[in-house]
């Protein structure tokens, strides 16, 4: 029973700035990957960003030097940093971490159940 909360989506003009907030809680042994993805209405759901247990990250194209994604190992918390928003930015984010709820049991990916961001122009 893993469960992951979301926090800080909502509305901002373009050129803002949001920090979104995920924390997983729950029966967790480890947590491996842990990242952002997002779905705009009728588009695919695609990765923003991704950061592994020992920080290494990585960006979808169109975030990249805007966005900054981070983690807590400690607290199991990811966050992603969002600045200079733009319209396009405008879709679902959701909060995914691939979670080992014991010793010995491979790891599943969990899913958020999404926060809205708005940029309005």
């Known amino acids: 029973q893993v469960q992951l909360v979301e926090s800080g989506g909502g509305l901002v003009q373009a050129g803002g700035s949001l920090k979104l907030s995920c924390a997983a809680s729950g029966s967790i042994f480890s947590i491996k990957t842990m990242g952002w993805y997002r779905q705009a209405p009728g588009k695919q759901r695609g990765l923003v960003a991704g950061i592994t247990s020992g920080g290494s990250t990585n960006y979808a194209d169109s975030v990249k030097g805007r966005f900054t994604i981070s983690r807590d190992n400690a607290k199991n918390t990811v966050n992603l940093q969002m600045n200079s928003l733009e319209p396009e930015d405008t879709a679902v984010y959701y909060c995914?971490?691939?979670?080992?709820?014991?010793?010995?049991?491979?790891?599943?990916?969990?899913w958020g159940q999404g926060t809205q961001v708005t940029v309005s122009s």
């Open positions: 995914s971490a691939d979670i080992a709820y014991s010793a010995n049991v491979r790891s599943r990916p969990y």
